[in-house]
């Protein structure tokens, strides 16, 4: 049993890596500068630092889009309640896409339609001209001010 163990290699200290130099895992040459535990800690922490700001600058992008959406929304919704009042001001005629129609407040507060502007009316108007609209063909009113000419 003796020779047994005297056949064995014998145990060696962890050997230094032998292949190829572009294929190590750590640098060989002696010129090549030395990595301790505090390098590779220096490295996490910069890696942290530009994640962190990558994305914080994504994340402000992504903020300012939610509150443009918000804006977008509100106004949105300003105008559908805008589209709903006008649709239940008085009128004594049908409505059509398209059409330019002029509201105007009586004395009393009240509002209504007209197909005369202002301007076409062979008197002074006694009711105060709020404003011109156009009906667009989605059912939405467009001041016309606003509106785009056709």
Do not use: N
């Not at 020779?3 to 750590?26: I, K, V």
């Not at 709903?84 to 059409?99: D, I, N, P, T, Y």
């Amino acid at each position: 049993m003796a020779d047994d163990r005297d056949d064995a290699p014998p145990e060696q200290p962890l050997a230094r890596y032998t292949g190829p130099t572009a294929a190590a895992p750590y640098p060989l040459s002696r010129m090549a500068p030395s990595f301790d535990i505090i390098d590779v800690a220096r490295e996490i922490q910069r890696a942290d630092e530009t994640l962190a700001t990558v994305t914080g600058g994504k994340l402000a992008v992504i903020a300012d889009q939610i509150r443009h959406l918000q804006d977008e929304a509100r106004r949105l919704l300003e105008a559908a309640r805008r589209d709903a009042e006008l649709h239940r001001v008085k009128c004594s005629f049908e409505k059509r896409a398209g059409g330019v129609y002029h509201l105007y407040r009586r004395e009393a507060g009240d509002l209504y339609f007209s197909l005369l502007a202002p301007e076409e009316w062979s008197t002074k108007p006694r009711q105060a001209f709020v404003g011109s609209y156009r009906l667009e063909a989605d059912m939405s009113f467009t001041p016309v001010l606003e509106a785009e000419p056709t």
